[in-house]
């Protein structure tokens, strides 16, 4: 009977198992390490807490406080059968977003100008303004951030839709006849490829992308054209003559429903707070603080120049939460603490699709 005799490890062997031991003694020091990290963080809350339990007076005295409280106390229900309006004509992208959020039956009426939205909520003449604040081309609307700084109105939900934008004329209109092209800065921008291959067009920015449309069927000359979507073309009956001009493939815009009264509606998952920071170092690391401290997913972070104050800016942030969560109080407080002129925008339910 032959006895087994075990090989010896090669060179290559030992230098594998070296490897292997110290990736064991790696993964155990960084399970060290985060449990550390772990306790760390948790003292670091524990802490903020104590603080935030002395401080809970003033806080609590504060007039941020107090319109956080006059926001939960001033709720009011859905309207039912309501007038929504929006920035443009019949065919604009802002309309498709009020029929997608509200349903086909909505009565909508389309307004000359954004600030127009605001006017008819703060006035009574309409229930809610669908509007846009984002662009995935073109980033933040930055009008409508400054007239929420001006109006005091609130987020009830929200929305996205797919923006195609379309070259459209008069019907037969041949692309080399074209002189002039008008659209929404927005849809200008969008599309500021395809335009630039055509330097010799003259770009015109309008009120809106329906609105540009409209026009140009109602001057009824082939040397001008239009960037809108394919409803509105239809709608003022011209002809489409290049299709999805826009650079981006997924050119989506995001859509607040604005109200002039508080709602939390069922499924509301988002809260938007607009806020001022001390002007000094470390200010916005504070805010941000709160959230990380208190397990907080924050999405988004806008900011806009104070007027009047030069090199300052306020920030307008989205973050995941439900104020009915019993938490959210303390987390509030925490926030007044931290900034000045904290305002509760609206908590709604996320859709961004």
């Not at 927005?186 to 449309?213: C, I, M, Y």
Request: with cysteine; glycine share 6%.
């Amino acid at each position: 009977m032959m006895a087994f005799v075990k090989k010896p490890f090669s060179e290559k062997d030992m230098k594998k198992e070296k490897i292997m031991t110290r990736r064991e003694e790696l993964r155990a020091e960084l399970a060290s390490a985060r449990r550390k990290v772990e306790e760390y963080t948790a003292k670091e809350r524990e802490i903020r807490r104590e603080l935030t339990d002395l401080s809970n007076q003033p806080a609590r005295e504060s007039a941020e406080y107090r319109n956080y409280q006059l926001f939960l106390e001033n709720l009011r229900r859905p309207v039912e059968d309501p007038l929504v309006v929006y920035q443009g004509e019949p065919g604009a992208f802002s309309e498709m977003a009020a029929i997608d959020f509200f349903g086909d039956r909505v009565r909508t009426e389309g307004l000359y100008w954004f600030e127009d939205a605001f006017k008819a909520l703060k006035e009574g003449r309409a229930d809610y303004a669908v509007l846009p604040i984002e662009n995935s081309s073109t980033g933040a609307i930055r009008q409508v951030y400054d007239l929420l700084v001006n109006y005091e109105c609130y987020f009830v939900g929200e929305t996205t839709v797919e923006v195609s934008q379309n070259l459209v004329g008069l019907p037969g209109t041949d692309i080399g006849d074209i002189t002039t092209v008008y659209s929404h800065e927005q849809g200008l921008f969008q599309s500021e490829r395809f335009l630039n291959d055509h330097p010799d067009w003259k770009r015109v920015p309008q009120a809106d992308t329906a609105g540009s449309a409209k026009m140009v069927a109602e001057l009824k000359d082939p040397h001008f054209a239009a960037i809108c979507s394919k409803r509105a073309a239809e709608i003022y009956g011209l002809e489409v003559l290049a299709e999805r001009i826009n650079h981006n493939g997924r050119n989506t815009t995001h859509f607040v429903v604005i109200s002039p009264r508080p709602e939390i509606r069922r499924g509301s998952d988002k809260v938007c707070v607009s806020l001022h920071t001390r002007h000094e170092a470390g200010s916005l690391h504070e805010v941000l603080s709160v959230f990380k401290f208190n397990r907080i997913n924050m999405i988004k972070l806008e900011s806009r120049p104070v007027i009047g104050h030069n090199w300052e800016y306020m920030f307008f942030i989205d973050f995941s939460a439900n104020l009915d969560d019993p938490d959210m109080d303390e987390v509030i407080l925490q926030l007044v603490e931290a900034t000045t002129d904290l305002r509760i925008l609206g908590n709604f339910a996320s859709n961004m699709n």
